[in-house]
């Protein structure tokens, strides 16, 4: 990370894109023990064709986590206030996905500078996965 | 910038951005012990990553024993919605206590899509309210055909 990268950022900006490997089996292995979510429609095939969907599906968690990430990759951990997603579509194995994030407002409140970001996760033929936003709060130092 | 007395444009210091104040780390070599990493850069340890409370919920023995209360099989539902809102950092070695309720419950497209919405939040050891979430879920309930 570039430094004051965040103090250059202005309305309209966007954060930089960040760009997820072709999701696999495996990847969903390991978010199922990573998290404790074993449903059975992210890791067994025969299951999820059961229960009407084409294959296993990735856990709509991981995909907001790739987004974390994305927020991460730029801001401080832990000045995260907000953070929400609408999962819009489901995530096949083998899609690739785009995480992207544009900050819509900036504020100077007390002692805080408060980003909105609006925030999209799309597949390779641009359509939209996830749709979210977050606050983000940085502690403004002392004059 | 310029010329700011001809165009009424007076910028005073107090007018400027002011800057955050956060800290860079450079990163050059491995970093073996993480939390060892975390305590020399001024945390008290690994902070929770964005999305980590949503393991809190599949800790219990039976994860999925509050939706078969409901009725609902797993197979059919799909995440829809999720939301945090933090309060406190959270980090490696606190422990946590999660309270859920219910929201709402809807129904979309004729009652072929049902929403029911958690409340939840999360308390420290410290009893300190870190963090609340709402997880709506959606049920398939004609897509099986």
């Known amino acids: 990370m570039k430094k004051n990268e965040i103090n250059n950022f202005r309305i309209g900006d966007e954060i930089p894109n960040f760009h997820i490997k072709p999701i696999s089996r495996s990847m969903l292995t390991l978010y199922a023990s990573a998290s404790g979510d074993y449903n059975p429609i992210h890791i067994d095939s025969d299951y999820a064709k059961k229960s009407g969907l084409p294959d296993v599906i990735a856990h709509g968690m991981l995909i907001m986590s790739f987004l974390g990430q994305t927020i991460t990759n730029i801001f401080p ?37 408060r980003f909105s970001l609006k925030l ?6 641009g359509k939209k996965k996830l749709s979210g936003s977050a606050i983000v709060e940085l502690k403004l130092k002392e004059k | 910038m310029e010329n700011p007395r001809k165009y009424g444009f007076m910028f005073r210091d107090k007018d400027m951005y002011t800057m955050p104040n956060y800290t860079t780390v450079e990163v050059d070599s491995t970093i073996v012990d993480l939390a060892d ?18 393991t809190i919920g599949y800790e219990q023995e039976k994860p999925y024993q ?14 829809a919605r999720q939301e945090y809102t933090n309060y406190e950092p959270i980090y490696a070695g606190d422990e946590l206590r999660m309270e859920s309720k219910i929201g ?7 009652g072929m899509l049902e929403f029911v919405s958690f409340i ?17 879920l959606v049920l398939r309930n004609n897509e099986k055909k």
Request: aromatic letters at 8%; a positive charge; proline letters at 4%.
């Open chain 1, 120 to 125: 999209l996760v799309i597949d390779s033929s």
């Open chain 2, 37 to 54: 990493f975390a305590k020399k850069n001024g945390h008290p340890s690994i902070l929770a990553p964005p999305t980590f409370l949503t």
């Open chain 2, 66 to 79: 509050y939706l078969e209360d409901l009725g609902i099989p797993i197979g059919s539902i799909l995440h």
């Open chain 2, 104 to 110: 709402e419950i809807y129904e979309k497209k004729d």
């Open chain 1, 77 to 113: 951990q832990g000045s995260i206030k907000k953070f929400e997603s609408k999962f819009i579509a489901m995530t096949n194995i083998n899609d690739c996905l785009t995480c992207k994030g544009k900050i819509i407002n900036i504020e100077l409140k007390d002692s805080l500078k």
């Open chain 2, 120 to 136: 939840s939040n999360y308390k420290n050891q410290k009893n300190v309210l870190v963090a609340e979430s709402v997880s709506t």
